[in-house]
């Protein structure tokens, strides 16, 4: 009894709440909750464009009885909100209620009474896109939610591992076109929405991965002292894998490294002068952390 006590108390331990961390975090959290607001009250809603998750299905229920878009984003998240701290997690959903809050008091008592844009709907598709991907990407990055289908997302994706992350919100996401389509009786309230859903998902990736995206290579030739020498004079590192050919069984070095995303073509341009038999594979890295990238949080 006593070892599985002391096994308890070990994992709380494991699990520090980092007060300084959170206090950072907060007010990134609420311009991004601001942020998404302004997406919706100001492009989204006054377009009829329904921008998937809680705050498109705000912005159908709003039309339909002309209850506030913030005041409905708050009721349909609470039983969402619920389920999320019985299964995520404390802090993350201290979090995102921080969002929520943010979120509804920014829509109602904010950007109600601020002019809106009323004009070129493909515009207010873009901008509001821009706008929402911005706040979510805010809450991603420090690792809370904006409530609402975020969480439905997570929970179904545990349950249904083999369906990523990016498959459940798309499939979630047209749910909520579908009926924007039936509520607002056009087509084209569904095709303004998958663009503001697309201009979305996009400025989110690049908030979150922008900055950390890189190539990483994988040269094979016989050359590769030569060809390792010149990416190291770039300031790239190099690591020399131990390979055999298949064919005459004969012993090589693989060179692999990572570079930045503008340095490949680079990379590539010497590597063809030195080796032009040289064969390549360049894969697309979402994140490149470490010395000489970003630092590993």
């Not at 909100?81 to 109602?108: E, H, P, Q, R, Y």
């Not at 390792?228 to 490294?257: N, P």
Request: net charge positive; glycine share 10%; charged share 15%.
């Amino acid at each position: 009894m006593s070892s599985r006590k002391k096994t308890k108390k070990s994992e709380k331990q494991k699990k520090p709440f980092h007060i300084p961390k959170l206090l950072k975090d907060i007010p990134i959290i609420i311009i991004g909750g601001f942020l998404f607001a302004c997406g919706v009250q100001t492009f989204a809603a006054p377009n009829g464009i329904a921008s998937g998750g809680v705050s498109g299905i705000a912005v159908i229920v709003s039309h339909l009885t002309g209850l506030s878009e913030g005041l409905l984003y708050l009721i349909f998240n609470i039983p969402i909100m619920i389920i999320g701290f019985v299964f995520l997690g404390k802090l993350l959903m201290f979090k995102t209620i921080i969002s929520i809050i943010t979120i509804t008091v920014a829509t109602d008592y904010v950007f109600e009474f601020l002019p809106k844009y009323e004009g070129d709907t493909i515009i207010a598709a873009i901008y509001g896109g821009i706008l929402l991907g911005a706040g979510l990407g805010l809450c991603y990055y420090c690792e809370g939610t904006s409530g609402g289908t975020d969480i439905i997302n997570k929970l179904i994706n545990r349950k249904f591992p083999q369906m990523s992350l990016g498959v459940i919100t798309f499939m979630v996401d047209m749910v909520v076109i579908v009926a924007a389509i039936f509520a607002f009786g056009n087509l084209e309230a569904g095709l303004y929405s998958l663009i503001a859903i697309f201009v979305s998902s996009k400025v989110m990736d690049i908030l979150i991965y922008g900055s950390y995206e890189g190539k990483m290579l994988l040269i094979f030739s016989s050359k590769y002292e030569e060809i390792s020498k010149r990416i190291m004079e770039t300031g790239r590192g190099v690591t020399f894998l131990q390979g055999s050919g298949a064919y005459h069984g004969t012993e090589t070095k693989i060179i692999c490294c990572a570079v930045h995303k503008n340095e490949y073509v680079k990379v590539k341009r010497f590597v063809k002068e030195i080796d032009p038999n040289a064969f390549m594979i360049i894969n697309s890295a979402k994140e490149v952390l470490g010395q000489g990238f970003q630092q590993i949080n």
